[in-house]
């Protein structure tokens, strides 16, 4: 990882921590600047983790995105990153948030992967729905309506 210096090892995770600027959602951030020819300087910002992955195995293919394993946004080692589809990560992503030890909605439905619906709520936060629970409200709402 020569191009990325502002790190350490965590013995026990085994996470390349990243100890420069991290923003506001806890991911490695650095300003790349170059010289151009004409005198200019361009300046870029990079994600930390993305860097230290593209430096390691290439470019991130178009439809994939990166998931830190180690669940440490702050973790730039490629060894803690995998590649996904938006989809996997948001339903990886999901079963590692607060809540993901409730492993069934309040009604005992499961939350699995048939039976859950991922919903963006204004704030842009993911929660999850119990499709079960949500068919029974439907059926009920509709035949409220339709008794006279």
């Known amino acids: 990882?020569?191009?990325?210096k502002d790190f350490y090892i965590?013995?026990?995770?085994?996470?390349?921590?990243?100890?420069?600027?991290?923003?506001?959602?806890?991911?490695g951030s650095l300003s790349l600047k170059r010289r151009?020819?004409?005198?200019?300087i361009w300046t870029r910002n990079a994600y930390a983790h993305i860097l230290a992955y593209t430096n390691t195995f290439g470019c991130i293919p178009e439809g994939k995105c990166l998931h830190h394993t180690c669940g440490n946004k702050a973790c730039i080692n490629p060894a803690h990153l995998q590649l996904l589809t938006p989809a996997e990560h948001i339903w990886v992503r999901g079963n590692t948030?607060?809540?993901?030890?409730?492993?069934?909605?309040?009604?005992g439905?499961?939350?699995d992967k048939a039976n859950t619906r991922w919903?963006?709520?204004?704030n842009g936060r993911l929660y999850r729905q119990c499709r079960t629970?949500?068919?029974?409200?439907?059926y009920s709402r509709y035949h409220q309506?339709?008794?006279p």
């Open 1 to 4: 990882m020569d191009i990325i």
């Open 10 to 27: 965590d013995e026990l995770t085994g996470c390349h921590v990243f100890t420069g600027r991290l923003n506001s959602g806890g991911y």
């Open 36 to 40: 151009l020819d004409d005198g200019h």
């Open 97 to 107: 948030t607060n809540a993901s030890h409730v492993t069934q909605c309040i009604r």
């Open 109 to 111: 439905h499961a939350y």
């Open 119 to 122: 919903i963006k709520n204004p």
């Open 133 to 138: 629970c949500d068919r029974i409200r439907q």
């Open 145 to 147: 309506h339709k008794s």
